[in-house]
């Protein structure tokens, strides 16, 4: 089995890549506001690591929504940094690339806390694993820490402090701003784990 995980250079993914070691790392520039600094922070993560990574640069930005694509959300969305269908985006990207590599499993950092978008549910993830292993190429979709915190997928993984120490979790832009919710978790994470 070898796997293709997609990566964001956050907390889940940067531990996910320590505990489940990938054939290949791929970070996706969807034209997300924090694009450079997730290409950065992935980059990185994976050399100290010592595990292979590509970035690919596909232009969605015009079909973004709320703080990650630095426009007002949708009356839909679910919370601020919303982004209609992104999870399944970036597994359409993941499976084509991953077909192409000879690669069959996709692997998605998904958490327990994710559930507040339908595309972090386990009933969505089932679903995408049907379609794919229904189509060319048979592939699987694995969520290894839907059911852990970041916090314990962190533990679980053994990953050094120095080396999370590069992850992104800014949903506005280059920099944490220190205010949006991908920022509020990555300290409570490190406050969880006793590490700041």
Known sequence: MSELLLMSGGMDSAAIAAWRRPSLC???NYGQ???EAEETASAQICEDLGLAHEMINISCGALGSGDMAGTPALDIAPCP???PFRNQLLLTVGASIAVVRHIDTLLFGTVSTDNSHAD???DFFENM???LGAQEGNLRVVTPAIGLTTAELVRKSGIAREVLAWAHSCHTGRYSCG???GCEKYLSVLDELGWR
């Open 26 to 28: 791929l970070t996706v």
């Open 33 to 35: 506001r924090s694009a």
């Open 81 to 83: 940094e919303w982004w």
């Open 120 to 122: 972090g549910r386990g």
């Open 129 to 131: 694993n049907r379609l």
């Open 179 to 181: 205010a949006c919710r």
